[in-house]
Structures are given as structure tokens and as C-alpha cells.
């Protein structure tokens, strides 16, 4: 076999599917997936990650080429379903980040994820070997993808990351039930105890997950002149003076699922220091975004310095930044 056949034969394959997965990043990337899909994908990811925890060892240890080629097979099943759910989710989280942000490291994550499930030789060097990473996979795809679909169906941001955090811990009960040999009553009752634990870090740790299918669609910052609708908009850094007379506005347009009424809020900080907090509300659905703003015209003796306004969910879970400088 010639170099060239023998590398695609290893490689052919998974450079197809990296680039079958950048065309559906190209395309998904202005929308939200739909809530079918993810659900559809996770019910069969289940599926086959509970038979094939059940069956594996035995699949293993026959030496009937019939068996080791239906172990390989779910193998692979359950490989491409990993790519496919992390990609078809992957969109929503990257909307939702905020590069300056510690959220920015889950997207990372994710994106390291499919690129593991991408190319069949590295997933199979790194994961097969290593069980333990496989179910690392498996936990951080339910997770991921149950975030994205329960705020499409109208739970509130907060409710669907203790909830999903919870989910993707108990759906590891067949795996504990096979591996410690315990009863399916045990091994759920311990999962369920385990979950709840990790929606607890989960909800202590939230300013790490994207608020993901939630992302700023349009930010500004403009001066208080006028309507809300002839905002002159800032461009240049800030004089002190000019701040003083014309005080400032930031504007967000914020987008959401339909169905979806998430409390959010404008936090106004002079060099990482928390100035004033102002509470807003996003409705779903409208295709611009839900439009969202918050005035400033009182400001602290020495206003000097860099600004932000951090577009948050009430339980800490940063949506976008704005920024701007005042200088003498």
C-alpha cells in the first residue's frame, strides 16, 4: 500500500468528519440548535453507553470476531455521537462566552473535546486506554448539551445548570452499577447523592459555564442625550468633564429563547471595583434581541480609570462586557 492511501486510510476519515463539523459551525452559528436534536442525541448516547458498560467486558473476552466487532462498533457509535452533540452545542457556548472572561476556559474545553472525537487515531490512543477520560466525555457532553436544551424549553438559566449538573451524574449509575457491582437501587441511590454535589460546585462555580443559549447580540455604550433611540453613541476614550455634564448609558440587546424571562443585571465597575448594580429582566424570543439599558449620571469623586458593565445573570453568570476608559 502506497504512503498516500495508508495515511488516508488513518487520517482520511477524521479529516472528513473536522471538515463536515466546520461547515456546521458555519452554518449554526448565527442560530440555537434545536431542542429535538439534543434530546434525540442524548437518548441514544445513554443508550448505548449503558449496553455497552453492560456488555463490554464480555464483548471483550469473546473470541468470536462477531462480538469484537460489535464492541468496536458501539465504540465508535458512541464516539461520533460525542462529536456530534459537543459540535451541535459548541455554537451556543461560544455566543455566550466572553473571551476576557474565566467562562471562556469551558468553551476551550468543549472545543479540545471534539477535536479529541474528531480524529479517530488520537481518540483512540488517549481515550480507549484511559476509561476514566471516557467518562469524562460522557458527563461533560449531558452536561453541556442538557444547559443549551432546558432553557429552550423555558427553565430558568440558573434551574437548568443544577438540574443538568445533577442529570449528567445519575446517568452514570449504569457504568458505577457495572464497575462496583452493586445493585441498581445502590448504585442510583449513590449517583443521585454524587449529583447533588456536583450541582452544588456547579451553582458555587457558575461564573465558569457560559450562560449559554443566552448571548449579547448588540452592546454599546452612548452618551444620556435624547431617547433611548437617538443615544449618541461613545467612541472615543471619556474626559472627566464631559462624563460629568452627559453622564453615560449602556445599551444590550440580549438574546433569548422564546418562552424564556430571565432576570439579569447591569454591574458598573471603576477598576474591577463594583460602582452601582442595576436589575433588569430579558424576554425570549424576539430575533434582535431583548433590548436592555441602564443610565449612569452619578459618579464617584475620582472617576478616573477603566470601566465595565458586565451583563449578568442574578445567580453570577457573566452574558457580555462593555468597556470604556475616563481619562483627565
Request: proline letters at 5%; aromatic letters at 12%.
Amino acid at each position: 500500500m502506497s504512503p498516500a492511501l495508508r495515511w488516508l486510510r488513518r487520517w482520511g476519515i477524521s479529516f472528513a468528519s473536522l471538515t463536515g463539523g466546520i461547515v456546521t459551525l458555519f452554518v449554526f452559528r448565527r442560530g440555537l440548535p434545536h431542542v429535538a436534536w439534543i434530546i434525540g442525541y442524548l437518548l441514544i448516547l445513554w443508550l448505548l453507553f449503558a449496553l455497552l458498560t453492560q456488555v463490554r467486558h464480555a464483548l471483550q473476552r469473546s473470541r468470536r470476531r462477531s462480538h469484537q466487532f460489535v464492541a468496536t462498533a458501539v465504540d465508535y457509535t458512541v464516539q461520533t455521537l460525542y462529536h456530534g452533540l459537543l459540535l451541535f452545542v459548541l455554537p451556543a457556548y461560544y455566543a455566550a462566552s466572553t473571551l476576557t472572561s474565566v467562562n471562556v476556559v469551558f468553551v476551550a474545553l468543549l472545543a479540545a473535546l471534539v477535536l479529541l472525537a474528531t480524529f479517530d487515531p488520537w481518540y483512540n490512543a488517549i481515550v480507549h486506554p484511559r476509561p476514566w477520560l471516557g467518562g469524562v466525555f460522557f458527563v461533560v457532553s449531558i452536561f453541556a448539551a442538557l444547559n443549551v436544551a432546558l432553557p429552550l424549553l423555558g427553565v430558568r438559566l440558573y434551574v437548568a445548570l443544577l438540574l443538568s449538573a445533577w442529570t449528567a451524574t445519575v446517568a452514570l449509575t449504569p457504568a458505577i452499577r457495572r464497575a462496583l457491582d452493586w445493585t441498581w437501587s445502590v448504585a442510583f441511590v449513590a449517583t443521585a447523592a454524587a449529583g447533588l454535589a456536583a450541582a452544588l460546585v456547579v451553582g458555587i462555580g457558575c461564573i465558569a459555564i457560559p450562560p449559554a443559549p443566552l448571548f449579547v447580540s448588540r452592546a454599546d455604550i452612548r452618551w444620556n442625550v435624547g431617547t433611548i433611540d437617538s443615544l449618541e453613541p461613545v467612541t472615543d476614550a471619556i474626559r472627566v468633564d464631559e462624563l460629568r455634564q452627559r453622564g453615560l448609558t449602556a445599551f444590550t440587546a440580549i438574546y433569548a429563547p422564546a418562552g424564556l424571562r430571565q432576570p439579569v443585571a447591569h454591574v458598573w465597575k471603576q477598576d474591577g471595583r463594583v460602582q452601582d448594580i442595576v436589575r433588569l429582566t430579558a424576554a425570549g424570543g424576539r430575533r434582535e434581541g431583548y433590548r436592555t439599558f441602564s443610565r449612569k449620571t452619578s459618579f464617584p469623586a475620582n472617576p478616573l480609570g477603566r470601566w465595565t458593565v458586565d451583563v449578568m445573570t442574578t445567580s453570577g453568570q457573566l452574558i457580555g462586557r462593555l468597556s470604556f476608559r475616563v481619562v483627565g
